[in-house]
């Protein structure tokens, strides 16, 4: 299974400001040979008016809220791809991991999104929000996920990405549920205009209408560009013994 958190495990990059899609438009015909048949890719992005969304937040030229058609969650998938491949352009078989990244973790983030029970997973995309007539592709800018659960038996915090020990996977009702936020990157071209923050802002409000009481999420301990901005928005380290000494991440909590 695909890790959920791309974007906050890697040494080189800042999670939650790290990714690229520097030429949109040309990479359809390449980098996207091996997305499912059925995705149209020259769709015209929906409007706001038939966005059906639960969860919006406006702000600047952008909207961030749920995806809500397949090419949103596929657009999604290439980012996360291009984010976790982004320092490593110079390898010549670069392409073919991300198209096989990005085709996996587009079929995981659907499964994801489409769980009925134990546990509530969102993907959140900003999207350019003007008059112009635009494509899916030339559309969505950055994305996040958030899932809101109960905590699971032996569990106080959420473990590190691929360090999870609870195999049995029984959560506990009687405990308050929290949010979790992984894969949240911005495209190169589009970084630096608040779309990080905005998305942030609308996932922990997600988070807190579901009934989550406080909101993590893991950040590379020598990351201080999104350690500053996960401390501008009100995340606060948690203090436990090891939080930021034990690995290279450390669990931010933003709490009521």
């Not at 769709?43 to 058609?69: H, M, N, Q």
């Not at 491949?85 to 073919?96: L, M, N, P």
């Not at 473990?159 to 959560?171: D, L, M, N, Q, V």
């Not at 992984?182 to 802002?201: D, E, F, H, P, W």
């Amino acid at each position: 299974m695909v890790t959920d958190s791309l974007s906050v495990a890697r040494r080189a990059s800042p999670p939650g400001l790290s990714s690229s899609l520097p030429n949109p438009i040309s990479v359809v015909p390449t980098s996207f040979q091996s997305a499912p048949s059925d995705l149209r890719f020259n769709r015209l992005r929906p409007s706001v008016e038939e966005s059906d969304c639960k969860y919006k937040r406006f702000f600047g030229c952008y909207v961030a809220r749920e995806a809500i058609i397949d090419e949103e969650y596929w657009i999604a998938a290439w980012l996360r791809a291009e984010n976790r491949y982004e320092d490593q352009s110079s390898d010549r078989y670069v392409e073919s991991f991300k198209r096989k990244f990005a085709s996996q973790e587009f079929h995981a983030l659907k499964k994801r999104c489409s769980k009925l029970q134990g546990e509530k997973y969102i993907c959140f995309v900003a999207v350019k929000n003007d008059d112009l007539k635009r494509t899916v592709l030339n559309s969505v800018v950055g994305t996040l996920d958030v899932c809101i659960r109960h905590p699971f038996h032996g569990e106080t915090f959420p473990a590190e990405p691929g360090k999870s020990s609870y195999h049995c996977r029984i959560y506990q009702p009687d405990q308050p549920k929290f949010g979790y936020l992984t894969n949240v990157c911005v495209a190169k071209y589009a970084r630096r205009q608040g779309i990080a923050s905005n998305m942030l802002l609308l996932a922990i409000d997600a988070a807190r209408v579901n009934g989550a009481e406080d909101v993590y999420i893991h950040v590379h301990k020598d990351n201080l560009p999104a350690r500053r901005l996960y401390d501008q928005i009100g995340f606060r380290m948690v203090d436990f013994d090891g939080a930021c000494h034990s690995s290279d991440l450390c669990l931010l909590s933003f709490g009521s």
